[in-house]
């Protein structure tokens, strides 16, 4: 891994642009804004933004790793995070500010996660980025499994949930409700968990991430706190991996889609 330098007096300035359906965001971690392509392309100012990458090459594999990048927070990136309805391309380029043909484009790929406030910073964000295989993961899910007749557009095909959840007692641990434990929940294969969630009453609070030392989930959003302390249902998810159905014998309903197609053909319009 390298980090580009992202010093005000660097002649090398990262260039991180990030595009929501129609919306598209741009930084410079430049101590004033850039303005390219004719005018057409204004980068904000962000200093601070920190960009992390691997290294770029013949016989790299940059577009399977996941990189970060700590930047500003901004409302309408944070919000996608909390209801995950939306994909969010990421594109990152490098320049020398002095010579704009030096402009030069390193990463391409999309958000798999976002921290919010980080290092506990209400401006600061950290954005997890993905690349060419994790836009690749849902098309090659679909070719995994062909028994599957719902179509695209269809409530989610996978597994059967209801016939594998567990039943328990929830503790909130951290005091707020992201972490929390269930009584009885085997958390030997976070697999199982991983992606499914916790429901009471109707309300579903997705897991986004299952610790086994010690035993807790972590949840998108907090649970309300008076369910510390009652019965829950915690529903398996589905890592979008054969082997994860596979264990509870639901192998002939994975397909692996259910979340966000990507909105083009992922082999011939990635660049």
Not at 51 to 58: K, R, T
Not at 94 to 123: C, F, Q, T
Not at 143 to 168: M, Q, R, W, Y
Not at 197 to 220: F, I, K, M, Y
Request: charged share 20%; proline share 7%.
């Amino acid at each position: 891994m390298t980090t580009i330098d992202t010093s005000p007096a660097g002649q090398i300035v990262p260039l991180v642009t990030l595009t929501i359906g129609p919306n598209t965001y741009r930084w410079a971690a430049n101590a004033t804004p850039l303005s390219l392509a004719g005018g057409t392309q204004v980068f904000d100012a962000a200093p601070l933004m920190e960009v992390e990458i691997a290294e770029v090459g013949a016989g790299s594999e940059y577009e399977i790793e996941r990189h970060q990048i700590k930047m500003p927070k901004v409302a309408a990136i944070a919000s996608i995070a909390r209801v995950r309805t939306a994909r969010i391309e990421v594109t990152i380029e490098e320049i020398d500010p002095a010579d704009e043909l030096s402009r030069r484009k390193l990463w391409y790929g999309s958000v798999v996660d976002i921290e919010e406030n980080h290092l506990g910073k209400r401006d600061l964000m950290l954005l997890v980025v993905g690349g060419l295989k994790e836009l690749m993961a849902l098309p090659l899910g679909i070719v995994t499994g062909s028994s599957c007749e719902n179509a695209l557009g269809d409530p989610i095909c996978g597994f059967d949930v209801e016939g594998n959840k567990h039943t328990g007692t929830l503790t909130i641990q951290d005091g707020i409700g992201l972490e929390v434990v269930v009584s009885g929940l085997s958390y030997a294969d976070p697999r199982l968990w991983y992606r499914g969630g916790v429901r009471r009453d109707g309300l579903w609070v997705p897991v986004r991430g299952v610790n086994t030392t010690p035993n807790s989930l972590d949840l998108d959003f907090p649970v309300p706190p008076d369910w510390d302390g009652q019965t829950v249902d915690v529903l398996p998810g589905c890592d979008q991996q054969l082997s994860t159905c596979k264990v509870r014998d639901r192998e002939s309903q994975f397909t692996g889609i259910g979340y966000a197609m990507p909105p083009y053909h992922p082999l011939y319009e990635t660049q």
